[in-house]
């Protein structure tokens, strides 16, 4: 084993032994680490009243942390699958009561986002939240309205166009 007191000659002795400097830190290194371990760690006996303190301070963040629920309904905002009932069996829900609560909450959430909220709810609702026309259309109105004419120069390319697609469909 190689015993260096100062740098210089931890240095010298690693150029005499022809190793590479880190390669035989890492190894005196891993050496030490080693040693360390195989050394038995002293184990303090078990103390039953530590543990049991610890075991009710465990149990009093959980009773702190827990909520009893006692109402339960489906998730109005996740799809249902129905499935139907089989064709020769009998009617089993014909006498079952609805609940009007229960009704409303899933038709409005099958309702769109501005007959849902007075607002808007997210940034990328607030593109199109106002869908009504900021003045009312009139067709008669030139100015506003152009309607698609139709020249002899349009009448024959649509022929034309109509005539191309058809021969290329068939063949």
Known sequence: ??????KAGFLRSCILRGLPC??????????TRMAAAKQPKEKHPVDIVHQNAIHVETI???????????????????????L?????ASPTHDNIE????????????????????????????????TSRP????????RRLNWPRQNSEITKYMDAAWRLKEQTQNLG
Request: hydrophobic residues 35%.
């Open 1 to 6: 084993m190689l015993v260096c007191i100062s």
């Open 22 to 31: 880190s390669l035989w830190i890492a190894s005196e290194f891993t050496r």
């Open 60 to 82: 009093k963040k959980e009773n702190r942390s827990q909520r009893l629920y006692t109402l339960f309904s489906i998730n109005p905002y996740k799809r249902l699958h129905v």
């Open 84 to 88: 139907t009932d089989k064709p020769m």
């Open 98 to 129: 609805e609940d009007p609560a229960f009704l409303k909450i899933i038709h409005r959430a099958c309702l769109e986002p501005t007959k849902k909220y007075t607002h808007p709810q997210t940034e990328s609702q607030e593109i199109g939240w």
């Open 134 to 141: 900021l003045i009312v259309s009139d067709r008669s109105d």
